[in-house]
């Protein structure tokens, strides 16, 4: 179809520039270029646009709604697609049952209570649950995020649960922060967590915006949205 075309062919020069960003700033900062895993951000886009990023070499996606992932996620699934499932927006507890069906990897657990319910709905899949631990950079628990102090709680949380793996953490830059001085205190609490449970490296830290920054600072997932797919009507 000469639309899809048209949109793949989009898709494909953006995904070749996003790439390029990637690699530049991983060369910039003495990393090997796969040290960094591009996570797609498609949330508000179709399934449609997730298939054709999938046949350009995309691994990785993330959704911010359960119910519009849930949906593409069955979509993307019906034509044979496989892929890994990011969940990072905010996530109800009453969710948790519903995420853990198609997400393969959770970003944004950001309290003890969350962990339980994730812990609890996911005790019988098959293979454990990855888990992020969304932290507060700035440390103003409103804006979502676990502050320092609650950290190990939440870490200690998700470990003592058969169903959840702690894979590391996940941050967005605070408003009005320099986003090297965000990443760089990112980089010192995800330390900080790798020391406690070593199992626990990965840092998903940087959006279209910020991803050099995040690299120079030992991201190993970037979650793009906007330089991938183009700009969101909506403010999400
Ligand atoms: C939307 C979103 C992104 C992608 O942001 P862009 O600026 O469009 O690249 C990354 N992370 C989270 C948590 C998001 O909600």
């Not at 709680?153 to 922060?177: E, F, I, N």
Request: glycine content about 10%.
């Amino acid at each position: 179809m000469e639309h899809d075309g048209g949109r793949r062919a989009e898709l494909a020069a953006n995904l070749v520039e996003v790439r390029g960003r990637i690699a530049r700033a991983c060369e910039a900062a003495g990393r090997p270029v796969d040290s960094v895993t591009l996570t797609a951000v498609t949330k508000t886009y179709p399934a449609s646009d997730v298939v054709l990023l999938a046949g350009l070499g995309v691994t990785d996606v993330g959704e911010n709604k359960d119910q519009e992932a849930a949906a593409k996620a069955a979509a993307v699934s019906a034509e044979g697609v496989r892929l890994r499932w990011h969940f990072v927006g905010q996530l109800q507890r009453n969710k948790a049952k519903s995420v853990i069906r198609y997400a393969d990897v959770v970003e944004s657990v950001d309290s003890e209570r969350l962990a339980v319910a994730l812990g609890r709905a996911a005790e019988d899949r098959e293979t454990p649950l990855d888990v992020l631990i969304q932290i507060s950079i700035d440390g103003d628990p409103a804006r979502g995020g676990v502050v320092e102090d609650d950290l190990w709680r939440v870490s200690d949380t998700v470990t003592s649960s058969d169903g959840l793996r702690l894979a590391g953490v996940m941050a967005v830059a605070p408003l009005g922060w320099e986003a090297d001085r965000a990443f760089e205190r990112l980089a010192v609490l995800a330390g900080r967590l790798t020391a406690r449970h070593p199992g626990a490296t990965t840092v998903s830290a940087g959006m279209s915006g910020d991803l050099e920054a995040a690299v120079r600072h030992g991201a190993t997932h970037v979650r793009i949205g906007t330089s991938l797919l183009g700009m969101r009507n909506s403010l999400r």
